[in-house]
Structures are given as structure tokens and as C-alpha cells.
């Protein structure tokens, strides 16, 4: 169950969330997140901030190749797998 309230006829901009399949491009690879708000809550949705910080890391802003790193996120774990594509371990 979600923790935020949601009902299909809201017009919040929610509908986004209904996305079955949620398909990114980063490390030269595709990533594709299935994504399941109505069955799982919040915690199945890739959020904007796992976008930007993935971009982020993709940049080279930080080094992982080598270096051991640990997502404690909320969502899909975006982030954790592109710094594995990246070369951060775990």
C-alpha cells in the first residue's frame, strides 16, 4: 500500500506513475524498471531525484571505478545500478 493517498481519477499528475516500464540510457547501456505504484507504493517508482543523480555520476563528477558504494535509497535503485555500470562495487 502506498503511503500518499493516490486514486486513478486524480488529476495531481500521478498518472505518470502508471507507467508500466520505465526505460533509461546511461554507461553506454539500457535500463528498463518496471514500475508498480498500485501493488508496491512509493517504493516502485524510479524518482526525478534517481534521474539527476544518475546523470550526475554518469558525468564523472564522482569517481567510482575501483571504490565500493552503497545506494540507500526509496525507490528502484536506479542510482545503485548505474554506479555498478559505472565500476563502483558493493
Do not use: C
Not at 524518482?47 to 525507490?75: C, F, K, N, P, Q
Amino acid at each position: 500500500m502506498a503511503l500518499v493517498p493516490y486514486e486513478e481519477t486524480t488529476e495531481l499528475g500521478l498518472q505518470k506513475f502508471h507507467k508500466p516500464l520505465a526505460t533509461f540510457s546511461f554507461a553506454n547501456h539500457t535500463i528498463q524498471i518496471r514500475q508498480d505504484w498500485r501493488h508496491l507504493g512509493v517504493s516502485a517508482v524510479v524518482w526525478d531525484a534517481a534521474i539527476v543523480l544518475s546523470t550526475y555520476l554518469e558525468m564523472g563528477a564522482v569517481e567510482l571505478r575501483g571504490r565500493s558504494a552503497v545506494e540507500l535509497g526509496a525507490g528502484t535503485g536506479l542510482v545503485g545500478i548505474v554506479a555498478a555500470l559505472l565500476g563502483g562495487g558493493i
